[in-house]
């Protein structure tokens, strides 16, 4: 017997007789094995025979390609593709696999990826494919991740550039003070002019940059804030370079540790902090993520907030005031209408789904609820506008057939055509209706037939579109 070292190179165990006289049926669907599909082809690039090993691919009528050129059962695009490959492999060239799409009766396209071989002097060639859909999904997920992440760290760099510019440019003196070292971690230039003096504040500790008379308090004044559960900061006078100073501490926390947020103002100039309810809320309406907007009957803009300026791209509130909001909001003649007339009727709306235009032509999908608030003879209105996350524009961008309920179907009025919402409604309640009837009869398709009313053949027909049961020839 002869023996190989393991480092040898040689071919293939079996020799050419091994296999026997197997069947060119059996053959390949052997090949079929390896892949989803196995074809194979004359040397004019004719289909002689196939086998389909994923039984999900039958549902695109590979049986029909039998006799048709290879090329007939391919988009306009792979077409080239095809004609090269089939080349290669009359030539013995290398092996390379390519990437084909083949039209579907659903209006989509399947797309495989080939390996093409010749067979020797009888000019044959065996064609191999694997299913790429699932890959192509994938990538097309992982491609939206990836933009989503690049936009969620383009707008975390727009946030930290306006707090630097903020910090920087306040003429009000304010330090950040490490929790755990009570030192400084970030003082604006207007905290360097007032007790910085000789050099930079950071590093240095909080207490020692106070008079030593003063350095107690300083470090008392923090850990009151710590231990603090008011709302209310506490502050303390403290003197710094003979001046005497109204210091103010708060606690933040920030990426799982504790910091201060110190305001220094000189004694002079201080003033007592008054806020009201009122500027609160104000405050806090401007700092929401959500777009607000305040208009007139006439949707002319009054006031807005800072999000709603970001949603619509203007860089000044001074560019949106008086500007009509019917030029940013809603689709012109339908669901606008819709929605100024249930505001109008109900005098609130909630959660109407709609598209925002930006200054420059850009769409996106939002959300808006909406308010009449009357005043006088006139009143005004209040609009709150939410941009639609990735995973609800995925849901609402499900197939019409998963529409369950008149709610469901209420809400793609203005954004889907009646023809298209009527015929998927009908092709669902059609499908509901065979499932039950299958299931009554034990899944007999005569007797289901019979009972919906229909005959065999509608029925299978039926079956085949919408996917239920496995296409064989009733046994019955």
Not at 71 to 85: F, N
Not at 129 to 151: C, F, I, P, T, Y
Request: hydrophobic share 40%; aromatic share 6%; proline share 4%.
């Amino acid at each position: 017997m002869e023996h190989r070292s393991p480092n040898q190179n040689f071919g293939p165990l079996l020799q050419p007789a091994a296999l026997g006289d197997l069947e060119a049926s059996i053959a390949v669907k052997v090949l079929a094995a390896g892949g989803d599909v196995a074809i194979v082809l004359d040397r004019d690039g004719v289909i002689c025979d196939l086998a389909v090993g994923n039984s999900d691919l039958q549902l695109d009528d590979f049986e029909s390609w039998v006799n048709k050129p290879w090329s007939d059962t391919v988009t306009q695009d792979s077409r080239p593709k095809v004609e090269e490959m089939l080349r290669d492999a009359a030539s013995d060239k290398a092996i390379r696999w390519r990437e084909l799409n083949h039209p579907s009766r659903r209006g989509d396209s399947v797309a495989l990826r080939y390996v093409a071989v010749g067979t020797g002097d009888d000019g044959r060639i065996i064609a191999i494919g694997r299913d790429h859909r699932a890959a192509s999904v994938l990538q097309q997920r992982l491609l939206q991740a990836q933009q989503s992440m690049e936009r969620d760290y383009a707008r975390m760099r727009t946030s930290e550039s306006r707090y630097r510019m903020l910090f920087q440019s306040t003429s009000e003196a304010v330090l950040i003070i490490d929790g755990s070292t009570r030192r400084v971690a970030e003082a604006n230039p207007a905290a360097d002019r007032l007790i910085g003096g000789d050099g930079s504040l950071v590093g240095k500790p909080f207490s020692r940059l106070f008079a030593v008379q003063s350095q107690e308090d300083a470090a008392s004044l923090l850990s009151v804030a710590q231990a603090s559960t008011s709302r209310t900061a506490p502050q303390s006078n403290l003197t710094s370079n003979g001046c005497q100073l109204n210091v103010t501490a708060s606690l933040f926390r920030q990426d799982r540790s504790m910091h201060f947020l110190v305001r220094l103002v000189p004694v002079e100039r201080s003033e007592p902090i008054i806020v009201d309810s009122n500027h609160r809320m104000l405050a806090a309406i401007n700092l929401l993520p959500d777009g607000l907007v305040v208009t007139d009957r006439d949707l002319n803009i009054l006031t807005e907030n800072s999000a709603f300026l970001d949603l619509v791209h203007l860089p000044t509130p001074e560019q949106a005031n008086g500007e009509s909001l019917a030029r940013f909001l809603g689709r012109p003649g339908v669901d606008r209408n819709i929605l100024l007339e249930n505001l109008v009727k109900y005098g609130v709306v909630r959660n109407f789904p709609t598209v925002l235009q930006t200054q420059f032509g850009e769409l996106e999908d939002v959300e808006v609820c909406a308010v009449s608030v009357p005043e006088g003879d006139d009143g005004f209105y209040g609009f709150s506008i939410r941009r639609v996350s990735r995973r609800e524009m995925e849901r609402g961008q499900q197939p019409l057939e998963l529409v369950r309920s008149p709610a469901d179907m209420s809400e793609l009025v203005g954004r889907v055509s009646l023809k298209e919402i009527v015929r998927d409604t009908t092709d669902f309640v059609e499908r509901l209706c065979i499932e039950a009837a299958l299931d009554l009869t034990g899944n007999n398709r005569a007797s289901a037939a019979e009972i919906l009313g229909v005959s065999r053949q509608s029925l299978y027909s039926k079956l085949h579109r919408f996917g239920i049961g496995n296409f064989e020839d009733d046994p019955q």
